[in-house]
């Protein structure tokens, strides 16, 4: 599985982002999924999972409100949507898989990586 995270940028404090994460493979609606974020200096934390059917997510407690996590596995798509930006969400988000159904929140679970793309918010 490739993933590419798309769609990061630079937005002012309690602006919206939608981040979105295409996947290759046939496979992708057997893998749950997850964004995590790192900031400099920092180590990489948990955003948001959704499992492979997309009925059950979870949120860190620094955005749950603020962000919703979805997929579209027709797509071989997730998505995340953040709204009420903070200067503290800056950072680069990744997306991974992992070849479970279920929610994973550590990132040694995950099996596979995207890039990364930056996120700014500026106050």
């Known amino acids: 599985v490739q993933l590419q995270a798309l769609e990061g940028g630079l937005v002012q404090a309690g602006g919206s982002l939608r981040l979105s994460c295409a996947a290759s493979?046939?496979?992708?609606?057997?893998?749950?999924m997850g964004w995590f974020r790192q900031a400099p200096g920092k180590e990489r934390e948990f955003v948001a999972s959704?499992?492979?059917?997309?009925?059950?997510?979870y949120y860190a407690d620094s955005v749950k409100g603020r962000a919703t996590i979805w997929r579209d596995n027709a797509k071989n798509t997730m998505y995340l949507q953040m709204n009420s930006l903070k200067p503290e969400d800056t950072a680069v988000y990744f997306c991974?898989?992992?070849?479970?159904?279920?929610?994973?929140?550590?990132?040694?679970?995950?099996?596979?990586w995207g890039q990364g793309t930056q996120v700014t918010v500026s106050s």
């Open positions: 991974a898989a992992k070849n479970t159904y279920y929610i994973a929140i550590s990132p040694r679970e995950y099996d596979y």
């Open positions: 493979g046939r496979i992708f609606g057997t893998y749950s």
């Open positions: 959704i499992s492979a059917s997309g009925s059950s997510t």
